[in-house]
């Protein structure tokens, strides 16, 4: 993904403070804000082989101007990924290898993805995440470190619950019977 004309930098509350062109900012290691993706099917992860680690499958330094949601979603079109459901997993704050805040979205695939023949794809689940993390010698990424499991557990529960629930209010919609009163009250 092409990288923004210019970027907000932030303080360290995450307050913009100005706009300046993006590769002033990146080169002075400015704190600004960006976005990173997390594809997943079911409870697995999918982490993409960058260099000689294992990493997101997307980052991009945010727009001045933009939303996070808006440029996640254009990371999943410019990764090549199908129409899918993102979800806010985390807000990370800068560190000494991140200099800007990172919003985590996970992408909800809904069938294995066609990754590109010059990546290559590792699916993990939450356990496997934690096991490569406790690997001191393990080749992940500075921020991949940073993913705490049970952020991804937790996500994981929620869109479960999520589908469920839509899954049966979309059966009790279709039902002849059931169509004809009232929703059930809460």
Not at 7 to 26: F, G, I, K, Q, T
Not at 65 to 89: F, K, N, W, Y
Not at 165 to 177: G, I
Request: glycine residues 2%.
């Amino acid at each position: 993904m092409p990288l923004p004309d210019a970027l907000e930098v932030v303080d360290a509350r995450n307050r913009p403070l100005l706009v300046m062109p993006c590769a002033d900012v990146l080169r002075q290691r400015l704190p600004h804000r960006a976005v990173a993706l997390l594809p997943h099917l079911r409870q697995h992860f999918f982490l993409m082989r960058r260099r000689s680690v294992w990493d997101v499958a997307g980052i991009v330094p945010l727009p001045a101007g933009e939303s996070c949601a808006l440029t996640a979603q254009q990371l999943v079109d410019r990764l090549g990924l199908p129409p899918c459901r993102l979800s806010r997993i985390a807000l990370l704050p800068p560190d000494r290898d991140t200099p800007c805040f990172m919003e985590l979205f996970a992408a909800r695939l809904h069938a294995a993805p066609r990754f590109p023949e010059a990546w290559e794809a590792l699916s993990v689940d939450t356990d496997a995440l934690k096991g490569l993390q406790a690997l001191p010698d393990a080749p992940l990424s500075p921020l991949l470190r940073r993913i705490e499991p049970q952020w991804l557990r937790d996500y994981d529960v929620a869109a479960r619950s999520a589908a469920r629930h839509s899954s049966s209010q979309a059966a009790a919609c279709t039902s002849p019977l059931l169509a004809t009163t009232s929703p059930p009250k809460r």
